[in-house]
């Protein structure tokens, strides 16, 4: 088992009532999953999300990567633990201003100190995500979806174990966006367990299960 969550909860103040966002959500995930979590806009995803990638202490239950207790593990342990065995792509934008999208691409490589081929994988990646031409571009001459394909791409560099991505195509037109499901397909079919969230349904046939929040309730679709 990679991940295992269990009765997680997550409940948020509301005027004088508390409601939770997210309700008692237990689920498995095996390596090498595929799993899309959908659901109405406020249905809780990306507060469940935020659990699973340890960015938010939940009120209540668990979540264990390889049986490690995430939320018991101090905030050094913890963030060592998202820089090695985590990408998370966050719903909005978040690139930095001053670096060039090759800059940007090839960034977590460096925060890392790998050795290898930094250069060679960020202009794959940029190529696989469509925006190669851009390369030498400051992020504020790109569009919404073209900078989107920049913070995935540098997702994707250092091979994370496990990709989170938020709403990852919501942005972009749908051929676009079929590309990027078909590269996040190459990269699990090579061992990266993927979640992620998502609103549009023609993209579901690349996951291999798909888990529905409602008001903060998960419940596994059955598929035939
Ligand atoms: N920091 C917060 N404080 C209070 N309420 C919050 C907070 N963050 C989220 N919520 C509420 O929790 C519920 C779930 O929000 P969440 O962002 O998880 O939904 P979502 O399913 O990701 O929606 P969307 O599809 O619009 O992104 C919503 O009702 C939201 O208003
Ligand atoms: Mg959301």
Known sequence: MLLSIEGLTKRYQRRDTTFAAVDAVDASV????????IGRSGSGKTTLLNMIAGLLAPTEGSVRLEGTDLYALNDKEISRLRNTRLGYI????GTLANLTVFDNVRLPFFLDKRSGDAS???????E???????RDMLPAQLSGGELRRVLIARVL????DILI??????????????????????????GTTILLATHELDTL????????MAAGRLTEEQRA
């Open 120 to 126: 060679g994988r960020a202009s794959y990646l940029l």
């Open 90 to 93: 966050p719903q909005g934008l």
């Open 157 to 160: 560099m250092n091979e994370p």
């Open 165 to 190: 991505a938020d709403e990852p195509t919501s942005d972009l037109d749908v051929e676009t966006a079929m590309g990027i499901m078909e590269l996040f397909a190459t990269i699990n079919k090579r």
């Open 205 to 212: 046939e690349f996951s291999k299960r798909v888990l529905s």
């Open 128 to 134: 696989a995500v469509g925006i190669a031409h851009l």
């Open 30 to 37: 095996e390596r090498g999953d595929f799993i899309s979590f």
